[in-house]
T-cell receptor, first 111, second 114 residues
Framework: NAGVIQTPRHKVTGKGQEATLWCEPI?????VFWYRQTIVQGLEFLTY????????DSGMPKERFSAQMPNQSHSTLKIQSTQPQDSAVYLC?????????FGPGTRLTVL | GEKVEQHESTLSVREGDSAVINCTYT??????FPWYKQEAGKSLHFVID?????DRKQSQRLIVLLDKKAKRFSLHITATQPEDSAIYFC?????????????FGQGTVLSVIP
């Protein structure tokens, strides 16, 4: 069991560019979550899926952020027109109903 | 929405002593309370959780207490060791446990002095 896999581990984009982050949940886990972590805001919930269906995206900044889960083996978080304030570590987690298992994160830096 | 406050931003204890981290939450509907540990440069690692149907849970040197009336829960680490040094996050979630979103506290930096 490789755990939750996130790629890339680091991404640097210029302001206004697009960034796509990938997450492969633990096989068989039914829920997939996206969070982001910054020094100032701490850990913030973004969105989650259960059995691939979007359940709650109340934490997603409007307009520029979107997430998909096209199949049970991966989810993507897309940020359009990236801004410096989007710089953060984006964490993906998966769960089978017990604890959430977190991936290593993708550190996004927007210059 | 739910808000979780973690009362100690930093905590320093001597090796072998106990460490206690306290959290409060606002939403009475929250019923799942996990704790995570984050070591420098690493991701979150689950340590222990408690559900609202009990008020105490222990796993080896870790004890979690839950006071639903006060909307307060705490992590007790007994016989601390240097490897316990890390950032600890408390969180609150809904009735479906890990199948629901978590709201995190701001984290407590625990330093265990040898």
């Amino acid at each position: 069991n490789a755990g939750v896999i996130q790629t890339p581990r680091h991404k640097v984009t210029g302001k206004g560019q697009e960034a796509t982050l990938w997450c492969e949940p633990i096989s068989g886990h039914s829920a997939v979550f996206w969070y982001r972590q910054t020094i100032v805001q701490g850990l913030e919930f973004l969105t989650y899926f259960r059995n691939q269906a979007p359940i709650d995206d109340s934490g997603m900044p409007k307009e520029r952020f979107s997430a998909q889960m096209p199949n049970q083996s991966h989810s993507t978080l897309k940020i359009q027109s990236t801004q410096p304030q989007d710089s953060a570590v984006y964490l993906c987690a998966s769960s089978l109903g017990g604890e959430q298992f977190f991936g290593p994160g993708t550190r996004l830096t927007v210059l | 929405g739910e808000k979780v406050e973690q009362h100690e931003s930093t905590l320093s204890v001597r090796e072998g002593d106990s460490a206690v981290i306290n959290c409060t939450y606002t939403d009475t509907a929250s019923s799942y309370f996990p704790w995570y540990k984050q070591e420098a440069g690493k991701s979150l690692h689950f340590v222990i959780d408690i559900r609202s149907n009990v008020d105490r849970k222990q796993s080896q040197r870790l004890i979690v207490l839950l006071d639903k009336k006060a909307k307060r829960f705490s992590l007790h680490i007994t016989a601390t060791q240097p490897e316990d040094s890390a950032i600890y996050f408390c969180a609150a979630g809904g009735a479906t446990g890990g199948n629901n979103k978590l709201t995190f506290g701001q984290g407590t930096v625990l330093s265990v002095i040898p």
